[in-house]
């Protein structure tokens, strides 16, 4: 019998088993599909500075735990070694203009080094970018990384038992506390469950009483080929960051969608890679079924990359792909106990990437009954 039970192989699930096994406890991780088969492998795969000061501590456990991982990757993930740059672009609207501010003195605070630029700053840098860029603050921020690699090289780990191909059906409850889970193949009984399963947490922990406020959000990508980037760094449209909530949404009403579907939220975000190719998002529309609401999302996504960088016009289109991703009211994720014998870590919205290593290293010291790593407050169920 393993001491936890980690259920999900995303990048959530993958780093707290990693935590668990390195704390000296035996761990089994169950996976329904693939690890990373969900949003964790269909992401832009990079670290950013939240402008939210209080997941900061969080965001640098993560940098720590990836650092320390990148050096024994089973499978390497390409972890820049400094910052490439990342760059908040405005036109002359104000409330464009107004929100780029604010998020980049909301990274700043954090103690991100930015300069301010006008018009001809932002030509010099990224002579690449549209004409109608008159504004831009340029962040020493930003590490790219493979998501998929990075989640398979934390599940691989010494001590963890992964499961692939199964499906847990139901957490095994018994005496008023969790032991373990059921799955297609039987029952996995265990002291503690870490229920890292994204959006489809809640239904897990529903038969409980637990009631997680957790939704589905779909974040398309778009992968371009240039023969030569037009950016050199990642750049990003005022206004898709917006600090204070940026990654909140609420819960959908039977009578909002009598009205319509969700519409989705886009904006810019362009990654250049060291394969020259160029990645283009983002976006979050709420989930009602499993396929896309909405499949014209990358064509909107494509428009706006061209519009910023008007020579991806002649990129070739690699593919476009979507991931699910669960978000909470206020945009921050819910790691905690919620009950004997259980944790659940969800919520983390498009940011799994950027909490995955200090999510873990919260939940390793929920299992141990140690003082959590950072305050653990703004994380609590609420």
Same mark, same amino acid.
């Given at each position: 019998?393993?001491?936890?039970?980690?259920?999900?192989?995303?990048?959530?699930?993958?780093?707290?088993?990693?935590?668990?096994?390195?704390? =000296?406890?035996?761990?089994t991780l169950v996976e329904r599909a693939e690890l990373a088969a969900g949003?964790?492998?269909?992401? *832009?795969?990079?670290? %950013?500075?939240?402008?939210?000061?209080?997941?900061?501590?969080?965001?640098? =456990? #993560?940098?720590?735990?990836?650092?320390?991982?990148?050096?024994?990757?089973?499978?390497?993930?390409?972890?820049?070694?400094?910052?490439? +740059?990342?760059?908040?672009?405005?036109?002359?609207?104000?409330?464009?203009?107004?929100?780029?501010?604010?998020?980049?003195?909301?990274?700043?605070? #954090?103690?991100?080094?930015?300069?301010? %630029?006008?018009?001809?700053?932002?030509? /010099?840098?990224?002579?690449? @970018?549209?004409?109608?860029?008159v504004e831009g603050w340029l962040l020493e921020d930003g590490w790219r990384?493979?998501?998929?690699?990075?989640?398979?090289?934390?599940?691989?780990?010494?001590?963890?038992?992964?499961?692939? *191909?199964?499906?847990?059906?139901? $957490?095994?409850?018994?005496?008023?506390?969790?032991?373990?889970?059921?799955?297609?193949? =039987?029952?996995?009984?265990?002291?503690?469950?870490?229920?890292?399963? +994204?959006?489809?947490?809640?239904?897990?922990?529903?038969? @409980?009483?637990?009631?997680?406020?957790?939704?589905?959000?779909?974040?398309?990508?778009?992968? $371009?080929?240039?023969?030569?980037?037009?950016?050199?760094?990642?750049?990003?449209?005022?206004?898709? *960051?917006?600090?204070?909530?940026? /990654?909140?949404?609420?819960?959908? $009403?039977?009578?909002?969608?009598?009205?319509?579907?969700?519409?989705?939220?886009?904006?810019?975000?362009?990654?250049?890679?060291?394969?020259?190719?160029?990645?283009?998002? +983002?976006?979050?529309?709420?989930?009602?079924?499993?396929?896309?609401?909405?499949?014209?999302?990358?064509?909107?996504?494509?428009?706006?990359?061209?519009?910023? !960088?008007?020579?991806?016009?002649? !990129?070739?289109?690699?593919?476009?792909?979507?991931?699910?991703?669960?978000?909470?009211?206020?945009?921050?994720?819910?790691?905690?106990?919620?009950g004997e014998g259980v944790v659940v870590a969800t919520g983390h919205g498009?940011?799994?990437?950027?909490?995955?290593?200090?999510?873990?290293?919260?939940?390793?010291?929920?299992?141990?009954?140690?003082?959590?790593?950072?305050? !653990?407050?703004?994380? !609590? %169920?609420?």
């Amino acid at each position: 019998m393993p001491d936890v039970v980690v259920v999900g192989g995303g990048v959530i699930g993958a780093a707290c088993a990693r935590e668990a096994a390195a704390r =000296g406890m035996s761990v089994t991780l169950v996976e329904r599909a693939e690890l990373a088969a969900g949003a964790s492998g269909r992401n *832009h795969g990079l670290l %950013l500075t939240p402008p939210d000061a209080e997941l900061i501590p969080m965001f640098r =456990g #993560s940098r720590e735990v990836y650092e320390e991982a990148a050096g024994g990757a089973v499978v390497p993930f390409g972890m820049d070694a400094e910052p490439v +740059g990342f760059l908040i672009a405005a036109t002359d609207d104000k409330a464009e203009r107004t929100a780029g501010r604010e998020e980049a003195e909301g990274i700043a605070a #954090s103690g991100v080094a930015c300069a301010e %630029l006008d018009a001809a700053g932002v030509r /010099e840098l990224e002579p690449g @970018l549209a004409d109608a860029i008159v504004e831009g603050w340029l962040l020493e921020d930003g590490w790219r990384l493979d998501p998929s690699a990075l989640t398979v090289s934390l599940a691989l780990t010494p001590g963890v038992d992964v499961l692939r *191909h199964l499906t847990v059906r139901s $957490l095994l409850a018994a005496e008023g506390r969790v032991r373990g889970v059921v799955t297609d193949a =039987g029952t996995i009984e265990a002291d503690d469950v870490v229920v890292a399963a +994204g959006p489809w947490t809640p239904s897990l922990l529903r038969p @409980l009483g637990v009631n997680l406020p957790v939704v589905g959000a779909r974040g398309w990508l778009v992968h $371009l080929a240039c023969d030569e980037p037009p950016v050199g760094r990642l750049v990003e449209r005022a206004g898709w *960051h917006a600090v204070g909530g940026e /990654e909140a949404m609420s819960r959908l $009403l039977a009578a909002g969608l009598v009205e319509a579907l969700p519409r989705p939220d886009v904006g810019t975000l362009l990654q250049p890679n060291a394969d020259g190719t160029v990645l283009v998002g +983002g976006s979050r529309q709420r989930v009602v079924a499993p396929e896309p609401e909405d499949p014209s999302v990358p064509r909107e996504l494509t428009r706006r990359a061209v519009e910023l !960088a008007p020579a991806l016009g002649k !990129a070739r289109v690699l593919g476009s792909w979507w991931g699910i991703r669960p978000i909470t009211p206020d945009g921050r994720p819910i790691v905690a106990r919620v009950g004997e014998g259980v944790v659940v870590a969800t919520g983390h919205g498009s940011q799994g990437v950027i909490l995955g290593g200090g999510t873990a290293r919260l939940v390793g010291s929920i299992l141990a009954g140690d003082e959590p790593p950072f305050d !653990a407050t703004p994380f !609590a %169920l609420r």
